[in-house]
């Protein structure tokens, strides 16, 4: 009997220190996700002065061959949204295996130009804003936008596409551009 209730005790030992264990790694964690997310945003600002956004695209936990754990961290910042040729570009950075130090940038949108058509693939909001008065088919956006200089577009991810609103305050009217995933454009309508 007193073997038996010793056995008991050092099972719940051993559960109740293995939940504080995992208590603790999580505690950890999402210490060092907070830290890292907060260190991100503050350098994408720093690096992006002009952007109209920065952000976290993805991070994932991992560890290096010495056993440590560290955060790969892809963001992003995007500049020029309100205007007909947005930017964007990606960053990496690994927090906090090498100090820190972001892999080079690479701009992912850039230019005036995306593609369209098959094996085209409109991933961002500012390839779809790009799309929307440069593809085939939208000389009317891109004469709007040419005549109301201060026309801005709105831009909403829709199923199997996007739908980007032009709209100025000098004009009684704007565009809706629906398109495709691919950029292929669905419908231009006066609104």
Known sequence: MQQRKLAIYIVLLIVA??????????????????????????????????????????????????????FEIKASASEGLSTPCPKRTHYEYFYPEQNFVPNQPERVVSGCTVCEGVGCVIAFP???IIASHTNSGTSAVQGYIQRYGDAAPSVKLEEGGWTVTWRSPSAPYGYEVEMQGNGDISSIRRV
Do not use: H, Q
């Open 17 to 70: 220190a293995v939940i504080i264990a995992v208590s603790m790694k999580f505690y950890e964690t999402k210490v060092l996700s907070d830290d890292a997310e907060g260190y991100v945003l503050e350098d994408l600002w720093a690096k992006n002065p002009n952007a109209d956004s920065v952000g976290i695209i993805a991070w994932e936990s991992r560890i290096n061959v010495d056993g440590s754990s560290y």
């Open 126 to 128: 500012e390839e779809a």
